[in-house]
Nanobody, 121 residues
């Protein structure tokens, strides 16, 4: 099993940027496709972005396309989410996840503890 720890959340004004990081430990990092999900208050958790184990393929939810970029450094066992042009509706707890198929959000079954992102208007 892999363990995941997110960092990098915080408070930012609309239009600003944040970079989230997720450090993995335990089982071999390249055994997993990695993803980011988010959950806003009163809403269900939703898919944000995912990246294949090789980093050669990515997948994004429509609301974040063109603004967010997912990447990974397999030498550092870390996955990142660069978030630009942030909007108040991006406010949520962001979760890192490990899974088997980057284009199938339902395949992600190992989760970090989450990091809060708050975007003020």
């Amino acid at each position: 099993q892999v363990q995941l720890v997110e960092s990098g959340g915080g408070l930012v004004q609309a239009g600003g940027s944040l970079r989230l990081s997720c450090a993995a430990s335990g089982r071999t990092f390249t055994s997993y496709d990695m993803g980011w999900f988010r959950q806003a208050p009163g809403k269900e958790r939703e898919f944000v972005a995912a990246i294949r184990w090789s980093a050669r393929r990515t997948n994004y939810a429509d609301p974040v396309k063109g603004r967010f970029t997912i990447s990974r450094d397999n030498a550092k066992n870390t996955v990142y989410l660069q978030m630009n042009s942030l909007k108040p509706e991006d406010t949520a707890v962001y979760y890192c996840a490990a899974g088997s198929v980057y284009y199938e959000p339902s395949s992600f079954d190992t989760w970090g503890q989450g990091t809060q992102v708050t975007v003020s208007s």
